[in-house]
């Protein structure tokens, strides 16, 4: 078994994305999930460039951390002056990292037009910026830029910048497919290449890949296979332009797929999943639902035919055990579905496998889909229609009637109240709430009518709110389908309300994340029943 070392830069170069932020906590919380999955080196941050690096190196030394070795990120000197007086390089020392990571340029062309140096005083940077970290104690990672398109143009000048890297000191020269347009084919040739010419400074190298032409992970498997021993990549492929390798693809396929090879252990595949959404959430991102292994839909199964088969093996339709990288199955249903889906997804319910009642919800899920409806993003609410199908239904409230009002003034200012009747068991509530726009409105009114019946709402929170035109042809007039995602401490789950009402697609889902929410909790409905009303139904009375 050959050891392939993770080198994450989620914190570093993942930041460079579009939209992707980390506040200093943050990236504290991101380094320590990403040491109990047993990354091996986390690159912190250029400490160069801000404050919060600055601090955020200060504060992981004080973190008792149990595998993972810091990085520190910069350049090599700039020209003209020595190594000692370049402010990057000192600040690099200051970090205190035991490694730092020092990038340069490999592409002659790089080096006259952009830096504007002589081939000679790059090859000067190069040495003298890592003679200086080596001779300070520091282990020196050394990222040759643009390595492989540099190659292409000058493979000799390119050999005379890794081999200076390697006489200099640096314990690891990592080939950077920065552009990202690189072939498989070429990254492998190139990078046994590169070996041979470390090979006698006994230097090994590793692989950085760039996703422009959507090959980061395939490219950097191929590296492996070319004999890099460090894969450099972020967590969900985060970075700039199209992103970098996807480290949870990078360790699943080596870990998974290709022979001989040791990355991370057992415990860390298993908890790649909730790794790969927690930054997703620290990031205040979307989760890319179809990503690789990791994503909602990777082992989601709509096609009746495909659930059916499924159920009788899994291997059938799933390349391995969705639970090895800690995700789940799903069963999807729609108007594609058959009874396998309907069956697969009441399991839970404790329902009897009865045709006719099997018939009867999938009648029910064809006639709301047909209105607008789609459950594939909202199982609670298909959990509450299969318990309306059942009879077994009883709602934590009645709606006696709601109102809302959106107010704005000369000055542009908008005001929005809502107000709500409800009635919860005997007990008559007549709340109102404002909110920065009519939903918000609504579920604060809404929520103050039942916190005093129902305090475990404290802990539900809505994380994301989706608009969606279901019959564009019908213009402003058209039904319109609001998504609505919630979470508390243990769950997160999706439901959905239809009309052509916006208000009233929202009040729907709305309703179903609260029944839902209270249903999962086993809070009983009060007593005596409330008799259900259409607006308080859900998707199952929906006109």
């Not at 693809?249 to 595949?269: E, M, R, T």
């Not at 009874?339 to 009867?360: F, G, P, Y």
């Amino acid at each position: 078994m050959r050891t392939v070392q993770i080198y994450d830069t989620t914190l570093r170069d993942g930041t460079q994305g579009e939209g992707v932020s980390l506040s200093l906590y943050d990236k504290l919380q991101i380094t320590q999930r990403l040491d109990e999955i047993g990354v091996d080196f986390i690159e912190g941050g250029y400490p160069l460039s801000n404050e919060k690096d600055v601090e955020y190196f200060e504060r992981v030394r004080q973190m008792d951390l149990r595998h993972a070795k810091i990085c520190a990120f910069g350049m090599t000197r700039r020209r003209g002056i020595s190594a000692r007086e370049d402010g990057g390089l000192q600040a690099l020392l200051a970090a205190e990292t035991p490694v730092c990571t020092i990038v340069g340029k490999t592409w002659d062309f790089q080096v006259k037009d952009v830096l504007r140096v002589s081939l000679d005083e790059n090859l000067d940077m190069i040495a003298d910026s890592i003679r200086l970290l080596t001779g300070a104690g520091r282990q020196v990672f050394y990222d040759a830029e643009h390595f492989f398109d540099g190659w292409k143009a000058n493979p000799d000048y390119s050999a005379r910048t890794i081999r200076a890297a390697a006489e200099a000191g640096a314990t690891l020269v990592v080939l950077c497919d920065t552009n990202g347009g690189s072939l498989p084919e070429e990254i492998d040739r190139m990078t046994r290449q590169a070996i041979e010419t470390l090979a006698a400074l006994n230097v090994p190298v590793g692989i950085h890949c760039h996703n422009d032409g959507e090959l980061a992970v395939a490219n950097s498997l191929a590296a492996v296979d070319a004999g890099a021993v460090q894969v450099q990549g972020t967590i969900n492929g985060l970075g700039e332009r199209c992103g970098n390798a996807d480290l949870i693809s990078v360790i699943s396929n080596l870990a998974l797929k290709k022979k001989g090879y040791q990355v991370l252990d057992d415990a860390g595949l298993q908890h790649l999943t909730q790794v790969s959404r927690y930054i997703y959430e620290t990031a205040n991102l979307n989760l890319r639902n179809n990503q690789p292994f990791v994503g909602l839909s990777a082992f989601a199964h709509k096609g009746g035919m495909h659930v059916h088969a499924v159920h009788r093996a899994s291997s059938s339709y799933e390349h391995i055990d969705p639970a090895v990288v800690g995700n789940e199955r799903r069963f999807l249903v729609s108007e594609l579905s058959g009874r396998s889906n309907i069956v697969a997804m009441t399991v839970k319910h404790n329902v009897r496998q009865d045709r006719e009642l099997m018939d009867r919800i999938l009648a029910e899920v064809v006639r709301l889909e047909n209105r607008g409806y789609q459950f594939e993003a909202a199982e609670a609410s298909f959990d509450l229609l299969v318990k309306r199908c059942t009879g077994t239904f009883v709602p934590h409230f009645e709606l006696l009637k709601y109102h809302v009002e959106v107010i704005a003034d000369s000055g542009r200012e908008v005001l929005t109240e809502a107000t709500v009747k409800l009635r919860v068991g005997e007990e008559t509530r007549h709340d109102v709430a404002e909110g920065d726009g009519p939903v918000n409105a609504l579920d604060a009114a809404l929520r103050k009518a039942l916190n005093g019946r129902y305090p475990n709402l404290n802990q539900m929170h809505l994380m994301d709110y989706k608009v969606r035109v279901v019959n564009s042809e019908a213009g402003t007039a058209a039904r319109i389908r609001v998504f609505i995602e919630s979470r508390d401490d243990h769950d997160l789950w999706g439901t959905v309300g239809v009309s052509e009402n916006i208000i009233e697609a929202s009040w729907l889902a709305l309703v179903d994340a609260i029944e839902y929410k209270l249903y999962k909790d086993h809070v009983p409905p009060p007593s005596p029943s409330v008799q259900e009303s259409p607006s308080s139904a859900g998707i199952a009375n929906e006109t």
